[in-house]
């Protein structure tokens, strides 16, 4: 995986057809999605229950890009392997999930993944300022973590704050929850790079009509290109 700071648009299957994954990753892919987001919940750590890494598996060989595997889990460590082995290319676990999220990031690069870690709504940047030279990439949470759909909290002054304290290292800020046309320029102008949505892109289309995934790709990269830093 090669580092750039252009807008990436990663849809979540958290939105698409549960029973489909494997379509649904190649249909977003083939309409412009740059990085494919899986959502992991444990009914602990969140309030709902998705999936596991049996599941990232056999979604694996679906897609041609990335795999950019959420965990919302807790405990983390115990699992890294199994998602590593089921092929995700980054693993990104929550500063809040874990009691040692130093070591947390450095099994997960031992694993041979790259290395991401998300933070809450309520979290401060300052949650990562002695993790970043074991970080691949920072997911800034705009909802708290559990369900889709939810409505956009503005967390500006926090990626802001972060893109500062990176400042020339290779790492991705991510942007999950409430990513649409309107809120991509919000996120991307405060120097966010890959812009994770489910609703905004699975919705109007299906794997049998895929083109609406294309036009709202399309219309949240645009919106987010507008403004980019
Ligand atoms: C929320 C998940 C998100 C979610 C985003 O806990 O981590 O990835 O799928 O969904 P939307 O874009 O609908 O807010
Ligand atoms: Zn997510």
């Known amino acids: 995986m090669s580092f750039d700071r252009s807008i990436k648009i990663a849809p979540s299957i958290l939105a698409s057809d549960f029973a489909n994954f494997g379509a649904e990753c190649a249909a977003v892919e083939a309409q412009g999605a740059d990085w494919i987001h899986v959502d992991v919940m444990d009914g602990h750590f969140v309030p709902n229950i998705t999936f596991g890494a049996a599941t990232c598996a056999a979604i694996r060989p679906h897609i041609k890009g990335v795999m950019d595997v959420h965990l919302m889990i807790s405990p983390v460590d115990a699992y890294i392997k199994d998602f590593a082995k089921a092929g995700a290319d980054i693993i990104?676990?929550?500063?809040?999930?874990?009691?040692?999220?130093?070591?947390?990031?450095?099994?997960?690069r031992a694993s041979g993944a790259k290395a991401g870690v998300a933070l809450n709504p309520g979290t401060p940047a300052s949650a990562v300022a002695e993790l970043l030279d074991l970080t691949d990439l920072v997911c800034v949470m705009t909802v708290n973590p559990g369900f889709g759909g939810q409505k956009f909290i503005d967390m500006s002054d926090k990626i802001k704050t972060l893109r500062a304290m990176i400042g020339d290292r290779p790492i991705h800020i991510e942007i999950d929850g409430g990513v649409d046309p309107t809120t991509a320029p919000i996120v991307a102008g405060a120097g966010a790079d890959v812009l994770v949505a489910g609703s905004a892109v699975f919705r109007g289309g299906s794997v049998s009509d895929p083109a609406p995934y294309g036009t709202n790709i399309r219309a949240i990269r645009e919106a987010a290109a507008g403004v980019y830093v």
Do not use: C
């Not at 990104?92 to 997960?108: G, N, W």
């Open 92 to 108: 990104t676990a929550h500063v809040e999930a874990t009691p040692h999220i130093h070591r947390t990031l450095q099994a997960i």
